[in-house]
DNA sequence: AGAAGGACCAGTGGTCCGTA
DNA sequence: AGAAGGACCAGTGGTCCGTA
């Protein structure tokens, strides 16, 4: 129900097989494939071996006799791990761009908002945030590339993406071009951020709330202790100034 | 931390004695004397027989050596239960007038100002409704008249008090004069509130958090259920005039 | 080693039901 | 009987750590 605009546009099967366990719904996208998320692939036929179905889009494999390993199929295969990519740029071999995981985001936030329709629409309570229940859903529709632990683990990216796009990529650039790891950009984010609620009076919560697409999402707790560590010393380092007090002395 | 003006209005003893269970500090306000709730009253020698000492406000029974019962003292006393009392009465006997109900919305507001000051100071996520972490708070704090199956029990009939204090005023009057007792004023004050609601295009939790001192507390879930339920029977009903649609028909 | 995510855990919202 | 509230429970926010 409450299909909209955006349902077109992501290319999903949402509203498929609630009942089917998600096992061979993921997709990974690979470079440019995430416009194409999997969703929508599996069929009336089971997978006997499970695991290319489900990864192979950035091979265009769609044979679906692929050997790997005697296993028994069906085991739950993981999302290509994320590289660091700059703007625009497609990631390639088994890997994800930093553009693909911004858009898991916005994914997220239709997700969100088809279920803040439907408990509407039945007078229960409705979220304002990316909750579990939200999670559940995207796993029910068979959108179990989304999950909690990932989409936690990059908010303040995705925020610095929101906040400060100039600054969000350059930051890419510049640790793409020194071929730095995810990890340490997924680092690098939060010192900027800070910045920013420094800024505005060091309330990391207000400029979540302010900005329509990050209202949505939970402030990550890392960002919130580096904001109220850092303002504690800045007042700390002021008010050392002679002439005293927390304002600048000039 | 973080005292207010509050704190010198309420009279209570909120920073004391953290480490001290509740069980002393229990204030049932009978009739007026909820403008001094008992937080205050507890000192260094500790309670022999409990009971007394933590009831009898409205006995002005100041005497600390009543006895009551073999049991070794201490057990929980409870609140006295309410009664449908008109606006300004004061209830008499060992009962608690609506007065006091809704006295106890508002110092629980306060103590929630307080509970989300302490999160600002130490950059913790802050509280925006009534949580547990305030009922906790509360029962810290010694206010352990305030409660959460209670609190939550009447929420409506405060609603009602802050949305039409006129109406609730009324039906207070009206239920009194007929004899009825507090469960079934509760009941009845459901109806206004949908009332309400179906004026303002059934949105109940835009009606809560329109309000300032009703926002901070979650939507009872039978009162939700109701404005759905009308809104739907509503919706049903007016589909059925001849020249149909959901508009009125002239 | 670096990274994705199943699964756990402490504390939540909600309210039932043993108690007085 | 009517009512107050201790205490329970399903599902939450948060993230660790066994996995690949």
């Known amino acids: 129900e ?11 099967g949402l509203s498929e097989e609630p009942m089917q366990k998600d096992k061979e719904a993921a997709g990974s996208g ?15 036929q089971r997978r006997r071996k499970g695991q290319r179905r489900v990864v192979d889009i950035d091979h265009d494999d769609e044979n679906e006799d692929d050997e790997n390993g005697g296993s028994v199929g069906n085991e739950r295969q993981r999302e290509h ?3 660091v990519t700059e703007p625009g740029e497609v990631a390639r071999g088994k890997k994800n761009g930093l553009d693909y995981l911004f858009h898991l985001y916005e994914q ?12 509407k629409d039945r007078g229960e309570k409705c979220p304002t945030k990316v909750t579990n229940q939200v999670f559940r859903y995207t796993m029910k529709v068979g959108a179990s590339y989304i999950n909690k632990p990932k989409m936690r683990h990059y908010v303040h990216c995705y925020a610095l993406h929101c906040l400060d796009e100039e600054a969000s990529n350059a930051l890419r650039k510049t640790f793409k071009d020194r071929g730095e790891n995810v990890g340490a950009w997924r ?48 007042a700390a380092s002021s008010s050392v100034i002679p002439g005293g007090g927390d304002h600048f002395p000039f």
């Open 187 to 234: 680092q690098a984010c939060y010192m900027p951020l800070v910045t920013i609620a420094a800024r505005q009076g060091w309330d990391i919560d207000a400029i979540f709330n302010a900005h329509p697409r990050l209202a949505i999402w939970y402030v990550p707790t890392k960002l919130r202790q580096l904001c109220h560590a850092e303002r504690n010393s800045a």
């Open 30 to 44: 690979g470079g440019g494939a995430w416009e194409v998320p999997a969703g929508e692939r599996k069929q009336q």
């Open 2 to 12: 409450t299909n909209n605009a955006f349902d077109a546009l992501s290319g999903e």
């Open 81 to 83: 791990p994320f590289i």
């Open 108 to 119: 997220c936030r239709e997700f969100l908002i088809r279920v803040q329709n439907i408990a």
